[in-house]
Each structure stands twice: as structure tokens, then as C-alpha cells.
């Protein structure tokens, strides 16, 4: 059986790696004694998959894990489980079946939307938006930018960027590009960088977003 | 108050889950409904310090009590210490970011001599006094307590007190007399009436003509300290809930303790003498902790931790046991610490991976003869039949641990190592091709460290090989023999002499130790840091020669920096292990026979 859970990395946890992260959860399944299948081989690994890596200092409320079990179980109670047994920062948000022989995560992502909060002091929006156009204008940029919220502390933007399967620039890059343009003394602090979706799809069909159906 | 970390802070710093706390099984207390407030710090990176059981033992006996809230404090990165120097954030815990310095107590952990300037940097990180005689009533009480403390001289006055030996009991009978209040003076002096609490303030040396010839003992403080000795470990069922580390540790595991000291009486060992005398844990305790800890921690590996764990009475029916009960978790059983027998390659066959990691040995010298000054009771037949063991098992990796500069040691132990491990390569080679053993070629790991004399061993007395002849030596091993199939490591002899100059140290080796600090030496332990330049200018500075402290020879009757230190085994007994050491006569092991060290009659019902 195949069972997909949708996971945070968040508060704390931001600052672990990815290979950490992943640890985290191994941790959590082997210590909430969830029948997970092993290879076969030499040697034997848990089966399990992930969503793209975060960068460090990235937290996200769409890790998606999937864990092959050697015994059926129903996803609500494995996620219960397995919540319990992860610390502070890594809440489990839902688990369902997939198909066992569905694609790897990693295989069917092609986007990862961001929100990127920085505080400020003093910013003008136009200068921002200035930034934001000059970035998108740029003829190898392959994402989209957007202000979602700007008062005179903080700003928030959003970002969609190709992801997974598909190369795109990093968040923190794009960040950089955009601080780049606009007057230094006004942004107090590195931006938060937050992944908030990541979206599926083909080459024919527009993206759909991952969902666990919460 | 609460330390703030910025967000671009913790980005520009190396792997800053170090510093930010949160793990599984971490306890925050309310620091208004304890009495007692202590910070458990461990001088050296999280990473290290996090694959320290004993910390672990005493974060839960310490967070176990209603009155009292234990936190950790790990050494910041370099990187780390020049943001808090230049933002002004002084060292705080890790469990909820309080300054280390508004805890009643900064307990350190020191396990090595290497991470003496460690120690340093923290305090002062933490705006704490350096010297014991310099704090006052609103500074925390600053002690220590681990391996370090068989002769904690050259540091010792950076402590109000010390706590030698076991830390469960006694560190329950200090919170008692700390929960009770006082001013400093009053509360040092009844610690000093516990057993097992060194107050180094009781003590002064005494020099003539640049010779120790005596510790005086101030009014009130016991001639000697006694080590604290632990008799049951069956009633210490601890730790079963260890904090998991937030990112990559050096041993990512759970542990159990098997069994405390050793009866072998290797006479380099000092964990072997210090720990004496030895205590097993019965299998059914070994069981339960064992399941206890995966089901608390979800580690995949579960270590079986002794200095021997060939040695222990049960190990077999535990190791069957358990690896039987956690193989359908995905929980792999490991052994360190083997000995080069039969039956350790049968329990290695018993718990192992079905990927074979390699299997690791110490025969620590080359000839049987240097073997038997040492009091290690391995032949050479004995280690190329555990070898053909191991090969026939499916091992083809396998690590051997040496050590060059052992009292005695002459050419002719270089060749035998380097015969040795020839002679492995090629019994391996011939084997393959007679089919007798399956797989891959061999990979033979040799790592050869100089050999350090520590207080407490039948070698105390003994100097350290002076460092060009232990180069020399190192540079013969390198050249005659052969790389590809073995693999040679070499420790670094001039930070192994640093280690004998501690470890053989004074009082008046600190001064020497700050000013190295000063310079900017940190985490001696790591290579890339490592500058014994440095710590050249150091000794230079204070008029100390470092070569005075390492290579020194002590007299039978001398007086030993650590002689107001009393570990339970008495120095005619060493001396006397000293003695048969020279005449090459092994003494068996305090299973077989005792000979008399001391420690008969402290746990009693114990064997060895």
C-alpha cells in the first residue's frame, strides 16, 4: 500500500536540511511502528519518497512524503501516528492512498508556489513593483512574481517558480534579483521564504495543485 | 531575559540547527516553579555533544526532579561566536534562550583534554569569570564533571567544584544542598562534604625548584576526594527518553550501557582503571531500555555501549534477543568495542546489517611481546584466526587500531606491525584465490595513534615518546607499507603531545591555556582549526616547554598532580602492574583472578 502525507517544515525547522528533515520523518515512522516496506538487496532502505528538496532557512507547509507499507492501514491513523512522534515544527496535515505505481513526487512536480515576507521600513511600492517588473522583463526568467500584501512594515510576494522536474531560479535568488533594485537601507531583516504549493502536471495540461484533500 | 536570533543571523552561520533547539524529547520547563536552574554544557559542537550518552543521563535525572530544570549549551562554531561577539548576544541555552549565566549552575562535560579551550571560550561567551576565586554571589556555580576529571589540574581553577566518577547519585545529593540556599562560601564548603565533589579552592599545590612535592589541604576539605561509584546500574534506567538530535550527530543512535569499567586491565587504558570496578546490568534491564529507547526515539541503529561488550556476561542471549524483536522495526543491533575473538565474530554475525559494514579491532601493537607489556592478551595466531573468521563470515572491510610510543617499544614493534598487516594482505589474497573466501577484495583500515599516558594507569609515570622519533616512526609505516589494499590514518603526534601535556598537567599549565585561547585557538580537536603554532607562542609566552610536561619521567615516590584525587585503585597496585608490564607478565583478567587493585569490596555481589 501506498500512502501519500502532506507534512510542515516550520518554525525551527527551517534551519535543518533537507537530508535532516528526512531523517525527522524516517525517525518518526520507525518510531511510531508503521509497517513500512523495505527494498530488497543488498541493502534494504524504507521506501520512501519525497517532494523536492527545500533550500536551508526555506519552511513549507507541502513536504509530501510517500511511504510504502507492507500491511494496509488507514492513512488517518498512520498520520496521527506518525504526528506524534515528530517534533515541534512538523505537524502532519493529511494523509491519503495513492496508487502504488503512480509516479515519484519528484517526477510529477513542475512548479512550487513561494511567499517570500520581508520586513520593511519606508519602502516605496512603486520602486518595488519597478524591481519585480525588471525581474519578469528579463528574458530568462521563467517564473512569476506578485505583491500579495505591502503595508509600511512588511510586504509580502508571492512566487511561482518551475520546480521538481523542471529547473527553475532558486527563491532565494529571485529574492536577491529584487532586492538588487530597490534601497537597502529600507529592508530590515533577510526575507522569509515560505513554500506554501507545489503544483502537478504534464506538458499538455495546465498545473493542478498537489492536494491531499484536507 | 530571552536571547533573539535573527533570521539572517541563523542563514549566515554553518548548519544552524545547532543553535535553535525544539528537538523531540528536549523538556522546557518554568524556570518560576523550579528551585534550581541548571545548564548542562558540553565544550564542543552540538554534533559532538549530542553523541555523549552521559549528558543525556544526566539531562533526565536533573529534568526528573520537580525542582530543578535542566538545559543544554553546546560550543558555538567559530562563525557563531563572531556574530554573538560583535551583536553582544551572550551564550544561552538551547531549550528556551536564556543566558547560561542567570542559571544557578553551568555544569561542563569534559571528556578530552582537546577541548580545554573550549571550555574558556563558553565562559567567557557567557560573560562569566574565568577563575572560581574571581565569581561572585551572582554568578552561577561553575563545575565539571567526566573523564577529564581522573586529573583535572590544568583546568581546575576554572571550577568552583568537581564531581569525579559516577554522576547519578551524586549529582542529586549537590541539588539537595543547592535547593537549600546560602551564600557561595557556605555552599562550596558543604559540596566539598559530599564524596565525589572536588573543591579545588580546598587545595594548593606546592612547588620547589620547579617540582611538585606537595598538595596542601586547607581546614575542612577530605585529604583525599573519593571517585563515586554507581554499584547498581539496574536501578538507573536512564536515559529511556534521550533528546534526538535536531541535525546529523556524530553517532546517531540509541544506546544502552551494558556494563560500567572493565576487567581486562589494559595498563595504557584509563577508562579501564577509572571506571573499575565493573557492574553489568542484567539482560531483562538491557531488554527493556533497549525497546524503550527505539520506541522513544525512532533511531535506527541501538548500540550496545561498554568498554568491551565481548565482556559482558549476557551478551549473546541480549544480542539475539534483541536484534529478533527490532529487525521487524527496521532497528539494526551494533557492537563497538569488540575483542579480537571467535566470539565477537559470531555476535557480529548475529546483528548484522545485511549490508556488512566493516568490523573493527584493536590489537594496539605490533608484537606479542609489546602486547603482553601492555597487558593485552592477543596473539598473533589469535588475530589471524579471528581474521579467518571474520573472512569466511563475508567480511571483507575490517578497521585495526594501533598505537606507536608505548613504554618499552623499540624498531622491532614497528616491523611487527608492519608484518602484521602484510601478512593479513596476504593470507587474504591467498584465500580469495583458493575460493575459500567469497566477495571483495580486502579493505584494511590501519589508523595508528601515538600513545598518551594518563593518570590513573600503571603508565602514569611513564613520558611521552618525544615527537620526532614518534614521526620518524610514522614516516617508516608510511613508506614500507603499501597503499591500496590498507588504507593508513595517523592521529596528529603534536595534538596527541598537547593531550600528554594536559593529561600530565598542572596548575600551572593554565596560564598557558588562556593565553593560547587569547590567540584564537578553539576546538583543538578539529583539524581544521588545529594550530599548534599557536599553542607554540602559547608555552613560549609562559616559559613553559611543553616537552617538560610530555616526555617528563615521574619517580615511584613523586608526588602526581592527581594524588588528592583518589580513583579507588591504589598506586602500590599500579606500580606494581607497572612493574609486570616491564617484565612483559601478563596479569588476568579480575574475572579469573584478582589481583588486588583496591576496588575489591566496593560493589559487592559484583564480579571484577
Redesign the interface.
Known amino acids: 500500500m501506498r500512502i501519500r502525507m502532506q507534512i510542515t517544515k516550520d518554525g525551527d525547522l527551517r534551519y535543518v536540511s533537507h537530508l535532516d528533515f528526512v531523517r525527522m520523518v524516517e525517525r518518526a515512522l520507525r518510531c511510531s511502528g508503521v509497517p513500512v516496506a523495505y527494498s530488497e538487496g543488498y541493502n534494504p532502505r524504507p521506501k520512501i519518497g519525497y517532494s523536492p528538496a527545500l533550500p536551508v532557512g526555506v519552511s513549507s507547509e507541502t513536504e509530501f512524503v510517500d511511504v510504502w507499507l507492507s500491511q494496509r492501514r488507514d492513512p488517518k491513523v498512520i498520520a496521527g501516528q506518525v504526528g506524534w512522534c515528530l517534533p515541534k515544527g512538523a505537524e502532519v496535515l493529511g494523509a491519503r492512498e495513492v496508487q502504488e505505481r503512480a509516479p515519484a513526487l519528484t517526477a510529477v512536480v513542475t512548479n512550487a508556489g513561494y511567499e517570500l515576507r520581508i520586513k520593511v521600513c519606508g519602502l516605496v511600492r512603486q520602486e518595488l513593483e519597478e524591481a519585480i517588473a525588471k525581474l519578469c522583463d528579463g528574458s530568462d526568467f521563467s517564473g512569476r512574481v506578485s505583491i500579495q500584501f505591502f503595508d509600511q512594515d512588511c510586504v509580502v510576494l508571492k512566487l511561482v517558480v518551475p520546480a521538481g522536474s523542471r529547473r527553475g531560479p532558486k527563491p532565494k535568488e529571485v529574492m536577491a534579483e529584487i532586492l538588487s533594485g530597490l534601497d537597502v537601507s529600507r529592508v530590515l531583516d533577510a526575507p522569509v521564504i515560505h513554500r506554501t504549493e507545489l503544483f502537478v502536471g504534464g506538458e499538455e495540461n495546465p498545473p493542478r495543485l498537489l492536494t491531499i484533500d484536507l | 531575559m530571552r536571547v533573539t536570533l ?3 543571523l ?2 549566515s552561520v554553518l548548519r ?2 545547532r ?6 524529547n528536549s523538556v522546557i520547563k518554568d524556570h518560576d516553579q523550579v528551585k534550581v536552574r541548571f545548564a548542562l554544557a558540553f565544550p564542543d559542537a552540538y554534533e559532538v555533544g549530542m553523541s555523549h550518552l552521559g549528558l543525556q543521563i544526566l539531562y533526565q535525572e536533573l529534568n526528573g526532579r520537580e525542582d530543578t530544570a535542566a538545559e543544554r549549551v553546546f560550543a558555538p562554531w567559530v562563525d557563531m561566536e563572531r556574530e554573538m561577539r560583535v551583536r553582544k548576544i551572550p551564550l544561552f541555552s538551547l531549550e528556551s534562550r536564556r543566558p547560561v549565566r542567570e542559571f544557578d549552575v553551568l555544569g561542563f562535560s569534559v571528556q578530552y583534554e582537546l577541548q580545554y579551550t573550549n571550555v574558556l571560550m563558553m565562559l567567557d561567551l557567557a560573560g562569566i569569570p574565568l577563575l572560581a576565586a574571581d565569581r561572585g554571589e551572582d554568578d552561577p556555580l561553575v563545575c565539571a564533571g567526566g573523564v577529564c576529571v581522573s586529573n583535572p589540574e590544568p583546568i581546575a581553577p576554572l571550577f568552583d567544584f568537581l564531581v569525579s566518577g559516577d554522576g547519578e547519585q551524586v549529582v542529586h545529593e549537590i541539588i539537595d544542598v543547592l535547593v537549600t540556599r546560602g551564600d557561595r562560601k557556605d555552599v562550596l564548603k558543604r559540596l566539598a562534604g559530599i564524596d565525589g565533589v572536588y573543591v579545588p579552592g580546598g587545595y594548593e599545590p606546592e612547588y620547589d625548584g620547579g617540582k611538585l612535592v606537595r598538595i596542601r589541604v586547607k581546614d575542612g576539605f577530605p585529604e583525599r576526594v573519593r571517585r563515586r561509584i554507581v554499584c547498581d546500574l539496574d536501578r538507573v534506567l536512564l536515559p529511556d527518553k534521550p533528546v ?1 538530535p ?3 550527530a556524530v553517532h ?1 543512535r540509541a544506546a544502552v550501557e551494558v556494563f560500567r569499567g572493565c576487567a581486562r586491565g589494559c595498563r595504557f587504558c584509563q577508562a579501564g582503571f577509572a571506571y573499575r570496578p565493573v557492574r553489568e546490568r542484567s539482560p531483562e534491564v538491557v531488554r527493556e531500555l533497549g525497546c524503550r529507547l ?7 541503529e541501538l548500540s550496545l555501549l561498554s568498554l568491551s561488550t565481548s565482556d559482558y556476561r549476557y551478551v549473546e542471549q541480549v544480542c539475539g534477543e534483541l536484534a529478533g524483536e527490532l529487525a521487524g ?3 539494526n543491533v551494533s557492537l563497538p568495542s569488540l575483542r579480537m575473538d571467535d566470539l565477537s565474530i559470531q555476535l557480529a554475525d548475529a546483528v548484522r546489517e ?2 556488512k559494514s566493516g568490523l573493527t579491532f584493536a590489537p594496539e601493537a605490533g608484537t606479542e611481546r609489546l602486547r603482553r607489556v601492555i597487558n593485552k592478551q592477543l596473539t598473533d595466531e589469535d588475530i589471524f584466526r579471528t581474521a579467518d573468521k571474520a573472512w569466511r563470515a563475508g567480511w571483507d572491510r575490517l578497521k585495526l587500531y594501533f598505537m606507536i610510543g608505548l613504554p618499552t617499544e623499540t624498531d622491532d614493534d614497528i616491523t611487527g606491525i608492519i608484518t602484521l598487516v602484510r601478512e593479513l594482505v596476504y593470507r587474504h589474497r591467498a584465500g580469495r584465490r583458493e575460493g575459500k573466501y567469497q566477495g571483495r577484495p580486502l579493505k584494511l583500515a590501519v589508523s595508528v595513534a601515538p600513545f598518551v599516558p594518563k593518570a590513573v594507569t600503571p603508565m602514569q609515570w611513564d613520558g611521552q615518546t618525544a615527537g620526532d622519533v614518534l614521526k620518524a616512526r610514522i614516516d617508516r609505516l608510511r613508506k614500507e607499507i603499501k597503499r591500496g589494499t590498507v588504507e593508513l590514518s595517523f592521529h596528529n603526534v603534536d595534538s596527541s603531545q598537547l593531550e600528554a601535556v594536559m593529561a600530565r598537567g598542572d596548575r600551572r599549565l593554565l596560564p598557558v591555556i588562556m593565553n593560547a585561547y587569547q590567540r584564537g585557538c578553539r576546538f583543538d580537536a578539529w583539524t581544521e582549526l588545529w594550530s599548534w603554532e599557536k599553542w607554540l607562542e602559547a608555552f613560549a609566552d609562559c616559559g613553559v616547554d611543553p616537552g617538560n610536561y610530555s616526555g617528563r619521567v615521574f619517580e615511584r615516590n613523586d608526588v602526581l598532580p592527581w594524588d588528592h584525587l583518589d580513583a579507588g585503585v591504589n598506586k602500590e597496585f599500579l606500580w606494581s602492574e607497572r612493574t609486570r608490564g616491564y617484565g612483559e607478565v601478563i596479569t588476568p583478567s579480575c574475572r579469573d583472578a584478582c589481583a588486588g587493585c583496591g576496588l575489591e569490596n566496593v560493589c559487592p555481589g559484583e564480579v571484577g
Do not use: C, K
Open positions: 535573527p533570521h539572517e541563523l542563514l544552524p540547527g543553535y535553535v533547539g525544539g528537538e523531540r534526538v535536531l541535525i546529523e546517531d527505539v520506541q522513544a526515539t525512532g533511531h535506527e522495526r527496521g532497528v545485511v549490508r
